[in-house]
């Protein structure tokens, strides 16, 4: 019954995503910079691709071993019709049983959606080669975003969902220890860990005010200032 319930609030997300569009496109291609720097030769799977703009970047450097799985059946069929050779598959991450091992595994913008992040987690490492790495970023509850819409009233504390969070399904919002704990518990070592976009404002304000040199740096001032930044990231391995 749970999964069932977990496929139709997938597909019901789904049906409303926005994360192509606006703000939120930019800051997965940032994410996607950021991974490129760790990533290993060999195979990719890509847990959570939503409408693929990651996958838009990637597939095209690994398209001989590239696996992608979600839960929604609007996300898979889209992307087999954009890749037709690409390996989709639909399927709750808790239920994926992969029959190979591989190089790299991407949950960008994952783990705050799932229901048990350090379940998920420790499914990646089942799923992880030796040598292989887990990247992985997520919202940042200390964001100078966060904190001044707490100073304004629109939130009463920094882990409160915002109206963006209930849109796309959130089911938590980490801090930087709640994250990098999540996994020492999976028995995961991190390698590199870190924040990109130091955003100021709410994704309307940023989209009506700010150039697209403003907005460039100020992903870039984010990895100075991690604590802060809107983002935060870490890679791992077994």
Not at 122 to 134: A, M, N
Not at 200 to 207: F, G, V
Request: a negative charge; hydrophobic letters at 40%; proline letters at 4%.
């Amino acid at each position: 019954m749970f999964m069932t319930d977990e496929k139709e609030r997938l597909e019901k997300i789904a049906k409303n995503s926005t994360y192509c569009k606006g703000i939120n496109t930019t800051t997965i291609k940032y994410s996607c910079q950021i991974f490129r720097r760790y990533l290993r030769q060999g195979s990719i799977l890509e847990l959570g691709p939503a409408e693929g703009v990651m996958t838009d970047i990637l597939y095209p450097l690994y398209p001989e071993d590239y696996t992608v799985v979600d839960g929604s059946s609007i996300f898979i069929d889209r992307l087999k019709n954009r890749y037709p050779d690409i390996k989709a598959v639909e399927s709750i991450f808790e239920e994926f049983s992969p029959s190979r091992l591989f190089d790299n595994i991407l949950l960008g913008h994952v783990l705050e959606h799932v229901v048990d992040p350090v379940a998920i987690l420790s499914l990646c490492k089942s799923w992880l080669s030796d040598d292989g790495v887990i990247l992985t970023a997520v919202p940042n509850k200390n964001s100078i975003h966060r904190q001044a819409a707490v100073e304004m009233g629109l939130l009463s504390k920094l882990d409160d969902f915002s109206e963006k969070d209930k849109h796309h399904g959130h089911r938590r919002v980490f801090g930087k220890d709640s994250f990098l704990e999540i996994f020492n518990l999976a028995g995961l070592r991190i390698i590199a860990k870190g924040g990109y976009w130091l955003k100021p404002l709410s994704d309307a304000q940023i989209e009506s005010t700010f150039t697209d040199s403003m907005i460039d740096a100020f992903f870039k001032l984010g990895e100075l200032y991690p604590d802060i930044a809107g983002e935060i990231y870490a890679v791992a391995s077994k």
